[in-house]
């Protein structure tokens, strides 16, 4: 089956009561049990909820994984993979992140002794070189949040076969449509389903998919136990989400092509971040594992100035300046400042994430529209 009709079909099955071709919200807490121990298949809504269930199956079945876990945020959804290690573990991940995730593995995770390296990911020499007898995880991101690194996932997971160490990959810039990490070797796929997969920036939520039925369980057993889980309502907006995906992936795509085109050609511009480049260093990589290079960029003006970026942060109309991205709206973004702001400025510097830093999630809009909105606020 192709992905479109994946996207429609995947998890959906008429409601046996009523024929409803739409997944019904059970908003309950609780289910009615024959006798002690025998029950339909759902005992309380923390461990199973049935338009959970059909979410899972259809998170599985669009990253052509077995398993699928949904999350109450992708925050929590990283948080149970870290809570599969133990004290003194090691974690390999890129130095270039979403900054929920390094305030997650730096202010909760390192008091309780789990090691986190950070390296360049883009040379799978630097993982290589970074592994030890104490490394249980590789963490990428590809595209990476907010500077569109890519790392060639097959090559890492290579590696961590060879080593017995579990590969992670937070797909959320990339979503299913764009990219399957479990096709490239990786053991399991993380999201913010908030942002492409939900699409309308209505519902926050996080998932999980893999492959491994023992991976699974144990992963299983960190949500049920830490309860960390989506309520019914948020699941049937994603299940309605994904519907959509494919269409809008295409949207984002092309009008991010149009976008990320046309800011290079500003004088007024500087560095312009995107893989969709045949010059930026990771091109040949993504246009091998991806189906496309999204409506994420990012870019600097020329005059590298703070205040001028903060200027046309706050002068565009269509252009929301808000968090968060993937919806069909388009969002503008200052990472220094939000997204971003819990890493350290100097790690941050470091890293090649400037103070000027803009960061678009391109939405759906009429392309020459949202250009005429920078070009005003540009200048």
Same mark, same amino acid.
């Given at each position: 089956?192709?992905?479109?009709?994946?996207?429609?079909?995947?998890?959906?099955?008429?409601?046996? /009561?009523?024929?409803?071709?739409?997944?019904?919200?059970?908003?309950?807490?609780?289910?009615?049990?024959?006798?002690?121990?025998?029950?339909?298949?759902?005992?309380?809504?923390?461990?199973?909820? #049935?338009?959970?269930?059909?979410?899972?199956?259809?998170?599985?079945?669009?990253?052509?994984?077995?398993?699928?876990?949904?999350?109450?945020?992708?925050?929590?959804?990283?948080?149970?993979?870290?809570?599969? *290690?133990?004290?003194?573990?090691?974690?390999? +991940?890129? !130095?270039?992140?979403?900054?929920?995730?390094?305030?997650?593995?730096?202010?909760?995770?390192?008091?309780?002794?789990?090691?986190?390296?950070?390296?360049?990911?883009?040379?799978?020499?630097? =993982?290589?070189?970074?592994?030890?007898?104490?490394?249980?995880?590789?963490?990428?991101?590809?595209?990476?949040? #907010? @500077?569109? !690194?890519?790392?060639?996932?097959?090559?890492?997971?290579?590696?961590? $076969?060879? $080593? $017995?160490?579990?590969?992670?990959?937070?797909?959320?810039?990339?979503?299913?449509?764009?990219?399957?990490?479990?096709?490239?070797?990786?053991?399991?796929?993380?999201?913010?389903?908030?942002?492409? &997969?939900?699409?309308? /920036?209505?519902?926050?939520?996080?998932?999980?998919?893999?492959?491994?039925?023992?991976?699974?369980?144990?992963?299983?057993?960190?949500?049920?136990?830490?309860?960390?889980?989506?309520? #019914?309502?948020?699941?049937?907006?994603?299940?309605?989400? %994904?519907?959509? *995906?494919?269409?809008?992936?295409?949207?984002? +795509?092309?009008?991010?092509?149009?976008?990320?085109?046309? @800011?290079?050609?500003?004088?007024? =511009?500087?560095?312009?971040?995107?893989?969709?480049?045949?010059?930026? #260093?990771?091109?040949?990589?993504?246009?091998?594992?991806?189906?496309?290079?999204?409506?994420? %960029?990012?870019?600097?003006?020329?005059?590298?100035? =703070?205040?001028?970026? $903060?200027? =046309? @942060?706050?002068?565009?109309? &269509?252009?929301?300046?808000?968090?968060?991205?993937?919806?069909?709206?388009? @969002?503008?973004?200052?990472?220094? /400042?939000?997204?971003?702001?819990?890493?350290?400025?100097?790690?941050?510097?470091?890293?090649?994430?400037?103070?000027?830093?803009?960061?678009?999630?391109?939405?759906?809009?009429?392309?020459?529209?949202?250009?005429?909105?920078?070009?005003?606020? %540009?200048?």
């Amino acid at each position: 089956m192709k992905l479109a009709t994946k996207l429609i079909h995947a998890g959906a099955t008429p409601d046996p /009561s009523t024929g409803a071709i739409m997944t019904p919200i059970f908003q309950t807490s609780t289910y009615v049990q024959e006798a002690p121990g025998v029950n339909k298949g759902f005992e309380y809504a923390r461990s199973q909820n #049935p338009t959970r269930k059909a979410l899972e199956e259809a998170l599985a079945i669009i990253e052509n994984g077995k398993f699928g876990l949904a999350f109450s945020s992708g925050v929590a959804a990283t948080d149970a993979v870290i809570k599969l *290690l133990a004290p003194g573990d090691e974690v390999i +991940c890129a !130095n270039d992140m979403y900054g929920g995730t390094y305030r997650l593995f730096t202010k909760v995770f390192e008091k309780f002794g789990i090691v986190f390296t950070y390296v360049d990911t883009t040379s799978v020499s630097n =993982v290589q070189a970074a592994i030890t007898d104490k490394t249980k995880l590789v963490w990428l991101e590809t595209p990476t949040n #907010p @500077l569109m !690194n890519i790392t060639d996932i097959a090559s890492v997971a290579a590696i961590t $076969k060879a $080593k $017995k160490i579990l590969l992670a990959v937070d797909n959320t810039f990339a979503s299913p449509y764009l990219q399957n990490p479990l096709d490239l070797g990786a053991d399991i796929v993380m999201h913010s389903v908030t942002k492409y &997969l939900g699409g309308h /920036s209505d519902v926050i939520q996080g998932c999980l998919v893999m492959n491994d039925a023992e991976l699974r369980e144990k992963l299983y057993f960190i949500q049920k136990s830490c309860g960390a889980v989506p309520g #019914p309502m948020d699941c049937f907006l994603v299940l309605r989400g %994904i519907k959509t *995906l494919g269409v809008r992936m295409k949207a984002h +795509c092309e009008n991010g092509a149009k976008i990320a085109n046309w @800011l290079r050609s500003n004088a007024k =511009v500087g560095k312009v971040y995107w893989p969709g480049f045949e010059d930026h #260093p990771g091109h040949a990589v993504a246009r091998k594992q991806m189906r496309g290079f999204g409506g994420m %960029i990012s870019f600097e003006l020329k005059n590298d100035s =703070v205040e001028e970026a $903060k200027r =046309v @942060l706050s002068s565009t109309h &269509l252009f929301s300046l808000a968090e968060s991205l993937g919806g069909v709206e388009s @969002l503008i973004n200052h990472p220094a /400042s939000m997204t971003h702001a819990s890493i350290p400025r100097e790690e941050r510097i470091k890293n090649g994430l400037s103070d000027s830093l803009i960061r678009l999630s391109v939405g759906i809009e009429d392309a020459d529209d949202l250009i005429q909105d920078l070009q005003k606020a %540009i200048g």
